[in-house]
């Protein structure tokens, strides 16, 4: 088995011991990477396709998939892509919303955060970026929306999760000349 094969039951892992780590109140945040940007990483468990590769080494990784994604069905395999991405979010937010906390459970009180840095992955545009939110922070967030900001600099967002941790008086986040204050509508 190929170590990169290992993904899957890492990604489980590293699910597991944030939520007891959280759930034992040990941390208050966590990240879980499944990949550095420009990371090549196979997803063969998804089938053969995702484990080709027109070079010599038999693999073809996500980062080759992104580059080529107007190609319709390299396209269709970075649908199936982030689906398994997305999949392994909501596992996290079931695995939080099995917890009781308070009137109501820890997922209530948390926010999953879920991104990629890229907003097309063949240029490397950072415009369009997509950002899922889950949870609602204690109340905090909006739930149950799609929202669309374009142009708007992900430094905006970021004002709106330090708001959202507390930190009210903050103006800004990063840059001010990214962040001329937080997005509207996501907040309750």
């Known amino acids: 088995m190929n170590q990169n094969d290992n ?4 990604g489980t892992t590293a699910m597991d011991l944030v939520v007891g780590a959280m759930s034992c ?12 940007a420009g990371a090549n990483h196979r997803l063969a468990w998804l089938g053969e396709a995702f484990g080709r590769n027109p ?7 996500i ?4 580059h080529d994604e ?13 689906a398994w991405y997305a ?3 909501k596992a996290l937010m079931d695995r939080l919303a099995a917890i009781p906390e308070g009137t109501g459970t820890m997922l ?12 097309k992955g063949g240029s490397h545009e950072l415009t369009e970026t997509p950002w899922v939110l889950g949870g609602n922070l204690g109340g905090h967030f909006k739930t149950n929306q799609f929202l669309d900001f374009p142009d708007a600099p992900h430094n905006r967002l970021l004002l709106n ?3 959202g941790m507390g930190l009210s008086n903050e103006t800004s986040f990063g840059d001010k000349d990214f962040c001329s204050g937080p997005l509207a509508g996501l907040t309750a």
Do not use: C, K, Y
């Open 108 to 119: 209530d009180n948390t926010l999953v955060v879920w991104f990629n840095e890229l907003g």
């Open 87 to 89: 999949g392994e979010m």
């Open 55 to 61: 070079g010599n080494d038999g693999t073809e990784g």
């Open 70 to 82: 107007l190609t319709p069905s390299t396209r269709n395999g970075l649908v199936q892509i982030h």
């Open 7 to 10: 993904l899957p039951a890492l």
């Open 161 to 163: 999760l330090v708001h």
């Open 25 to 36: 109140d040990l941390i208050r945040g966590a990240t879980i990477q499944f990949g550095r």
């Open 63 to 66: 980062h080759s998939f992104a």
